[in-house]
């Protein structure tokens, strides 16, 4: 029975471990898109911020899952 309770925590750490780094490549994605918009004209200071703050409370948000 030890070794079926091993294999889950592993696999849930696992999985933790893939969600915060998928969460983490999206976020660097939001972030360089912001900056990209944002230096063709298309997204404003304001809009531009509240992207960059919404891709670094992702961010926290990712590392607090592990």
Same mark, same amino acid.
């Given at each position: ?11 849930? #750490? %696992?999985? /933790?471990?893939l $969600?915060?780094?998928? $969460?983490?490549? +999206?976020?660097?994605? *939001?972030?360089?898109?912001?900056? #990209? $918009?944002?230096?063709? %004209?298309?997204? +404003? +200071?304001?809009?531009? /911020?509240?992207?960059? +703050?919404?891709?670094?409370? *992702? /961010?926290? /948000?990712?590392?607090? $899952?592990l």
């Open positions: 029975m030890k070794p079926i309770i091993t294999l889950q925590s592993l696999a849930q #750490r %696992g999985y /933790r471990a $969600l915060v780094i998928a $969460l983490e490549q +999206g976020s660097t994605l *939001l972030i360089k898109a912001g900056v #990209r $918009l944002y230096a063709r %004209g298309y997204l +404003g +200071g304001i809009e531009v /911020r509240l992207l960059l +703050g919404f891709a670094s409370d *992702l /961010r926290h /948000r990712s590392q607090s $899952l």
